[in-house]
């Protein structure tokens, strides 16, 4: 089973940032999960949100602010200043960013193309498009420029190629948009619900790997016989509590995206 960084090892280090991927992959992860958007003046970047108030010492919406606005900000105090034997006093958390801004600084998704191309061995990508968004089919375009330039739209070259990005959506017109554009990535059509159309295992046209909630699987766990029945593999989020980890192993899941890889390696018998 794949062990999957959400949005790198987030519990611990901020979500998003070089930190924590670079954390994810000491860990031995097998693959770094994000979450893109595009800002104003057509960069993508690794933040979950819609707008940056979770997540920085600033206010608005990614889409609406350019990157220079979004460099300025701190996007990892919040997380280290929490409430703790190890906060930060509020005078003291400004200077973090100057003592090391891979915690705090916004992470652009070319930059953590880079960090995955300098790793000394294989690390997969996962990234999640969010919609809606104002750009609509520009972030996809984006996308797919910016994967194309890093080498990763080329055409197998032999039967056991297996690709090492693949992109995730709760959008299925997201998906299909990346897959007209370079159909040898992989799309995961994400699910916070188990809808009547897909329950039998059967998902969006083009797509190969389901990506259920943890929750759909506690309620359905027959869903991964059904999927895999249907030959497409099956992904799981959030999936941080030792019994999820176990029920996701019983059932043969495929993957698990989770805040610990560290962790559930461990518990998997991986490290």
Known sequence: MSVIAHRGASEDAPEHTLAAYRKAIEDGADALECDVRLTADGHLVCVHDRRVNRTSNGRGAVSALELADLASLDFGSWKDGADGPDALDPIEAPDRQLEDPERTSVLTLERLLELVADADRRVELAIETKHPTRWAGQVEERL?????????????????????????????RSLHRVRAAAPEIPGVYLMQFLSPRYRDGRLPLGVQIAGPGIRILRAHPEYVAKAHRAGHQVHVWTVNEASDVALCRELGVDAVITNRPKQVRNQLGLA
Not at 144 to 172: C, D, N, Q, Y
Request: glycine share 4%; net charge positive; aromatic share 10%.
């Open 144 to 172: 797919v420029e910016l994967l194309e330039r890093f080498g990763h739209t080329k055409p197998a070259r032999a039967a056991e190629w297996i690709p090492s990005v693949r992109v995730m959506s709760f959008s299925a």
